[in-house]
T-cell receptor, first 111, second 116 residues
Framework: DAKTTQPPSMDCAEGRAANLPCNHS???????VYWYRQIHSQGPQYIIH???NNETNEMASLIITEDRKSSTLILPHATLRDTAVYYC????????????FGQGTTLQVKP | GAVVSQHPSWVICKSGTSVKIECRSL??????MFWYRQFPKQSLMLMAT?????????EQGVEKDKFLINHASLTLSTLTVTSAHPEDSSFYIC????????????FGQGTRLTVV
């Protein structure tokens, strides 16, 4: 599975959009990009995933560049409850749920 | 969405004893479940893949005789930490995915193990 690179930390003002970048320059054609987040002392929570098209759900939007070498997770209106560690994970086709976590980005939403 | 439940949420045990952690998929069947361990201020580390009806697959460096995994049904996997020592104190998390590939995995709430 391709390796991902994320900034270790980011701040965001409450009510503003949070844009979390992820670099996955070695991604291969059949690998998906997954985003999870972990709030302190809880299990990770699924946010969104995609292959090559941009995706949107009730939680967030995922923008994947045309060359698929990077992506951005967008939380449109961040709240204090969005403070968490966000993980960008690349996983191959045929994935049965096995995920290799990197260090993630700690997002701090501030009032 | 689908729910994965872990039990217990936390446990304190004496050094040398064994502890069993359960992971259940509540509303879907999972032929494969995963066990992770997380130390303070670190990321999740995959320990093993639990396969229903067959032996678990352990990641490099994880002792299979110390961390016993049983996946006896499509909705239950158990992790037993045998002869626990203080260095085994950690946050243990399980996950499972439904039987459709390339969908999301669901995580349990985690089990905080403290060995004294």
């Amino acid at each position: 599975d391709a390796k991902t690179t994320q900034p270790p930390s980011m701040d965001c003002a409450e009510g503003r959009a949070a844009n979390l970048p992820c670099n996955h320059s070695t991604i291969s054609g059949n690998e998906y990009v997954y985003w999870y987040r972990q709030i302190h002392s809880q299990g990770p929570q699924y946010i969104i995933h995609g292959l090559k098209n941009n995706e949107t759900n009730e939680m967030a939007s995922l923008i994947i560049t045309e060359d698929r070498k990077s992506s951005t997770l967008i939380l449109p209106h961040a709240t204090l409850r969005d403070t968490a560690v966000y993980y960008c994970i690349v996983s191959g086709s045929g994935n049965t749920g096995k995920l290799i976590f990197g260090q993630g980005t700690t997002l701090q939403v501030k009032p | 969405g689908a729910v994965v439940s872990q039990h217990p949420s936390w446990v304190i045990c004496k050094s040398g004893t064994s502890v069993k952690i359960e992971c259940r998929s509540l509303d879907f069947q999972a032929t494969t479940m995963f066990w992770y361990r997380q130390f303070p201020k670190q990321s999740l580390m995959l320990m093993a893949t639990s396969n229903e009806g067959s032996k678990a697959t352990y990641e490099q460096g994880v002792e299979k005789d110390k961390f016993l995994i049983n996946h006896a049904s499509l909705t239950l996997s158990t992790l037993t930490v045998t002869s626990a020592h203080p260095e085994d104190s950690s946050f243990y998390i399980c996950s499972a995915q439904g039987q459709i590939l390339n969908t999301e995995a669901f995580f349990g709430q985690g089990t905080r193990l403290t060995v004294v």
